[in-house]
């Protein structure tokens, strides 16, 4: 069965009770049932996993390699804009990689209009919400087919 890696960072499992005007009303768990769910219709294997501490999705990251895990869908959350050994570790392990953002990173802060992804991923997707995730795994449900 051809795997998926979904990766979330720091303080995405604070989703459904953190700035809701921001990130919505569901929770990261009732998120991934439902794209877990929706990788299964297509017969494809969605695994998930969040932490708040760089080292643990670097070694994440560096799993799905020896995993054959073939798209990697990752949240950085506060990462994205501080993150080289993340950025690193997706280029050591040439794993294609979605981008994934709830609220739309270039409307807020400045800070946060920088990502040391998007320049190596193979598609951005922000601002959807909660349909940012359901949108990039429909995505790599199709490129799956590519690669």
């Known amino acids: 069965m051809t795997k998926i890696l979904l990766l979330n960072g720091p303080n995405l499992n ?10 919505g009303n569901s929770t990261l768990e009732e998120i991934e049932d439902k794209l877990s769910a929706r990788a299964a219709e297509n017969n494809l294997n969605l695994t998930c996993f ?5 080292h643990e999705l670097v070694d ?11 798209i990697i869908l990752f949240n950085p959350g506060a990462f994205t804009h501080t993150s080289v050994a993340l ?19 270039f409307g807020r802060e400045s800070f946060r209009e920088k ?6 991923s193979l598609g951005v997707i922000s601002g959807l919400g909660e349909e940012s ?3 990039a795994l429909d995505f790599a449900i199709k490129k799956i087919g590519d690669l």
């Open 50 to 54: 969040q932490s708040n501490a760089e």
């Open 60 to 70: 994440k990251i560096q799993e799905a390699k020896k995993s054959n895990v073939k």
């Open 133 to 135: 995730y359901t949108c």
């Open 14 to 23: 604070l989703l459904g009770s953190r700035e809701r005007d921001i990130y």
């Open 87 to 105: 950025r690193d570790a997706i280029l050591g392990v040439n794993i294609p990689m979605i981008e994934i953002h709830i609220s739309n990173i």
């Open 115 to 120: 990502s040391f992804f998007s320049d190596i």
